[in-house]
C-alpha cells in the first residue's frame, strides 16, 4: 500500500502551506507527507519530477515499477525529487492520482471485515501476472478510489458495484468495450451478487448491487448511477486513455473522449487538472472541453 510521501526538502514545520501541499494532504488524507528520513523501514522508491514533467511524458512509463514495488510491500513510499515549490505539488497531486488504487482509501461504511473480503475477492479473480489482467484489476480498483474521491461518505453497496461494475468482461478485447456504459449488466450482475453473498453482504446489499451494476431505475438510484460512471469516466483519463490512443484506431479516439467527458458535469472537470495526461490525451481533450465548457479546466 502507499503510505508515504517523502520530500527532500521537508522542514521541521512540515511543508510550506503556501505552495499548495494543503490540497494535497485534503485529496489524500492517508497519505502522509514526511522528510526522507522518515521513510525507515519503508520499501522507499525514488521518483525523477523532471521525468514526470517533460512535455512529451506519457505517465504509462511509470507504471511497471510503481506497480511493482506496490505489489512488494505493505508500505510502500514515494521520495519525489527534482523538482520544487509549486511544480513539486503539482506533480505530487499527479502521481498520487495515477497512483491512487495504492492508496487503498476507505470510509466507514467500507473499513470493515465484509468489505476486505470483498477486496480480497476481488483480487483473486485477477491473474495479475498477465499485463492486461493487472491493468484491469487496477482500473476496477482505481474506479473505487474515484467514488471514495467524489462522495467522502459513499456507502457500502455503491462502492461495491464500483469495484464489481464489469467482473464479467474479458481481459482481452478493444478498450471501448471494458468502459463502464459497455458492460454486460445482467451477466456482471449475477456475478457480482455472487461474490458478495460469498462475502457474507447481506440480502439489501445484494439487491442493491445488482440494482446499480444494471443500472436500474429506483427512488433516489439515478444520482448513484451518475456517480458510478463519473467515477468510470474519471478513471479511464486517469488511468486508460494512455493505453486506449496507442492501442484504439485514430479515427476512434475522439468519440471515446467525448463519450467518457459526457459523463462528467461542470463541477467535476476539476479532477482533470489533478492528472498528468499523454500529449495526445489532452490535446483531444482540451480540444472538446474548449467545444463544449467555457471555462479552461485544463491550464
Not at 25 to 43: D, M, Y
Not at 143 to 151: D, E, F, M, N
Not at 178 to 191: E, S
Request: aromatic residues 8%; hydrophobic residues 45%; charged residues 25%.
Amino acid at each position: 500500500m502507499l503510505r508515504q510521501l517523502l520530500l527532500s526538502d521537508f522542514r521541521a514545520e512540515g511543508p510550506a502551506a503556501g505552495h499548495g501541499w494543503p490540497l494535497v494532504q485534503q485529496a489524500f488524507p492517508t497519505v502522509q507527507l514526511a522528510p526522507l528520513s522518515a521513510g525507515r523501514g519503508a520499501h522507499v522508491l525514488r521518483l525523477d519530477v523532471s521525468e514526470w514533467n517533460a512535455p512529451a511524458f506519457d505517465p504509462v512509463a511509470w507504471d511497471a515499477r510503481v506497480f511493482d514495488a506496490g505489489e512488494r510491500t505493505e508500505w510502500l513510499a514515494l521520495h519525489l525529487e527534482g523538482a520544487s515549490r509549486e511544480a513539486l505539488v503539482v506533480a505530487a497531486l499527479e502521481i498520487l492520482t495515477r497512483y491512487q488504487c495504492l492508496v487503498g482509501r476507505r470510509n466507514a461504511a467500507s473499513a470493515t471485515p465484509l468489505f476486505s473480503r470483498l477486496l480480497a475477492r476481488h483480487r483473486s479473480l485477477h491473474d495479475l501476472k498477465q499485463p492486461q489482467v493487472r491493468a484491469e484489476f487496477h482500473r476496477a480498483v482505481d474506479a473505487w478510489q474515484w467514488t471514495l474521491r467524489l462522495r467522502p461518505e459513499v456507502d457500502l453497496p455503491l462502492q461495491a458495484a464500483a469495484l464489481f461494475h464489469d467482473v464479467e468482461q474479458p481481459a482481452h478485447g478493444p478498450l471501448p468495450l471494458r468502459a463502464f456504459d459497455r458492460v454486460q449488466p445482467a451477466r456482471g450482475a449475477d456475478r457480482a451478487v455472487r461474490l458478495l453473498e460469498e462475502a457474507g453482504a447481506d440480502d439489501a446489499s445484494c439487491r442493491r448491487v445488482r440494482e446499480l451494476v444494471t443500472r436500474g431505475e429506483r427512488p433516489g438510484g439515478e444520482r448513484d448511477v451518475s456517480l458510478l460512471r463519473t467515477a468510470g469516466a474519471l478513471s479511464f483519463f486517469s488511468r486508460q486513455s494512455s493505453s486506449y490512443f496507442r492501442e484504439a484506431p485514430p479515427e476512434h479516439h475522439r468519440r471515446q473522449v467525448a463519450r467518457m467527458l459526457a459523463h462528467l458535469r461542470p463541477e467535476h472537470l476539476r479532477w482533470l487538472g489533478h492528472m498528468r495526461l499523454a500529449p495526445a490525451v489532452r490535446g483531444q481533450l482540451e480540444v472538446l472541453v474548449a467545444a463544449h465548457f467555457p471555462v479552461d479546466v485544463l491550464a
